[in-house]
């Protein structure tokens, strides 16, 4: 199914200051991303409002989206905790009875 794209900016680039068609479609293909213990995205289970996510591809500059997947208990807000570069990163949240499942995809 195609994705509208609506009210796009596109900065730093040659199309910068370029007006948009903003009734154009436009289509993707399968994104296939990696997962594992090389991983940029998967799914980790809260346990008392906190886990641990195992994987080499977190920098200490990574930025980490999370999402509840609607499975388990979450009665908080998610939150990124530490990051140990080439290792791992705390999901955690601000109630510590949660038992959510969390999906997580890294931006670096």
Not at 18 to 41: C, D, R
Not at 53 to 66: D, F, H, I, R, Y
């Amino acid at each position: 199914m195609p994705t509208e794209i609506h009210n796009a900016a596109i900065a730093d680039s040659p199309l910068a200051n370029q007006e948009v068609n903003t009734t154009s479609s436009v289509t993707f293909a399968k994104v296939t991303l990696p997962t594992g213990a090389a991983g940029i995205t998967g799914t980790a289970v809260l346990s008392s409002g906190t886990v641990t996510v195992s994987t080499t591809a977190v920098t200490a500059n990574s930025k980490v989206l999370l999402t509840w997947n609607g499975t388990g208990t979450l009665t908080g807000i998610l939150k990124r905790g530490t990051i140990v570069a080439g290792t791992s990163f705390v999901i955690a949240s601000t109630a510590g009875t949660d038992n959510a499942q969390v999906d997580w995809l890294i931006l670096n």
